[in-house]
């Protein structure tokens, strides 16, 4: 069975730095669309950053020339640098992925359980 696990997030200061990992493992053939969204409490998910495999990387406005997600195909995971970090910022993030399986062969959507990402004025 296919993991997506997160990690990285925690409380920063206002203006500071967080750097999310997400480590997929399982029996993957290949990794497609890559990506982070948020949601914060009482609010719906949203888009933060997508990559796909072999693409340009994709940004929502709000964190356009803050935000920098990265992959790395051979270890199968994804990253998100995030700098300038504002309380509006305060979200629990998720690692999304979507995957094809050795056996059967077919695409799957996965996510991760999340991690916790509070900035404090």
């Known amino acids: 069975q296919v993991q997506l696990v997160e990690s990285g997030g925690g409380l920063v200061q206002a203006g500071g730095s967080l750097r999310l990992s997400c480590a997929v493992s399982g029996s993957i053939f290949r990794i497609n669309n890559m990506g982070w969204y948020r949601q914060a409490p009482g609010k719906q998910r949203e888009l933060v950053a997508t990559?796909?495999?072999?693409?340009?990387?994709n940004y929502a406005d709000f964190v356009k020339g803050r935000f920098t997600i990265s992959r790395d195909n051979a270890k199968n995971q994804v990253y998100l640098q995030m700098n300038s970090l504002q309380p509006e910022d305060t979200a629990v993030y998720y690692c999304r992925a979507d995957i094809v399986t050795y056996w059967p062969l077919k695409v799957d959507e996965h996510w991760g359980q999340g991690t916790q990402v509070t900035v404090s004025s």
């Open positions: 990559i796909p495999s072999g693409g340009s990387a």
